[in-house]
């Protein structure tokens, strides 16, 4: 990684990718704030990276304040933050009003949080960079998982919203979109048509984590460790009936067994 990531914040960090770019930033020699909503995996990742740990709430404005305000006292700086952090919600329209708010909090405000408290610094002084863990689900979809789909689409639509706004301003905005990686998100409990659909060519969070490095020396907006899903992402855009109609094929799959 280019020296001038020599000071990184990222979300989400006590576990699977956000770990995984936590390893791999500190053995290229940067300083790393590690941050996750679980301190015990926060103060382990930074514990072994040498990093700082910093447990917070990525979907609590005044957290993500402290964690941006801690990564200028303790590094000088932040020349990368990667807003990392998010939740897998699955269910349809019927999932909860809470489980859709916490959805919207956490892959969505997050982001919006970790903006506003950057921003001024950044456009102040040096400029940086902000690495927005979103989903193929936000180019795509995810059947299974409304509210993933639905927030994740948001959190790239935000994400694109910035970089327009600032690229001629020192910002640089990247929009990470993995499929199936090979984490807690995935592995954990309960199984479901998203997880199945996530399994199918999942990576390893180590092999996304060197992805990213090879995209922070470069520019490009979209991060695409799965190659296919820029295939998939223009037959959606170029005939988005035909697509729909291959996904919903995918669905009664799914609905024929689960009947079967
Ligand atoms: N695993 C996949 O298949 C996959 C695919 C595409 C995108 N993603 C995205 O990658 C990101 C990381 O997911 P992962 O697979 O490593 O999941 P994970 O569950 O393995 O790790 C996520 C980490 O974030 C922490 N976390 C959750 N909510 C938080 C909050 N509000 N504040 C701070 N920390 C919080 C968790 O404690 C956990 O340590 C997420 O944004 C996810 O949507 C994952």
Redesign the pocket.
Known sequence: MSARFSRVVV??????????MARRFAADGARVVV????AA??QRVAAEIGGLAVP?????EA?VRRLVDTAWAELGGCDLFCA?????TAGSADAPDAAWDTAW???VM?HVYAARALLPRWLDGEGGRLLV?????GLLTLLGSAP?SVT?HAALGFAEWLRATYAHRGITVQA???????????T?DGQSASKTL?AAG?LE?EDVAETVVKALAGDSFLILPHPEVAEFYQRRATDPDRWLGGMNKIQRGFDAAAAS
């Open positions: 979300t989400g960090a006590g576990g699977g990718i956000g770990a995984a941050n996750d909503l679980d995996a926060a917070g709430d990525a979907a609590s957290d990392n952090a998010g939740i897998l909090q956490v892959n997050s863990t979103v989903s193929a689900a993933y994740k990470l979109c993995p499929q199936g990686v090979n984490t807690a998100m995935m954990g996530l999942a969070p």
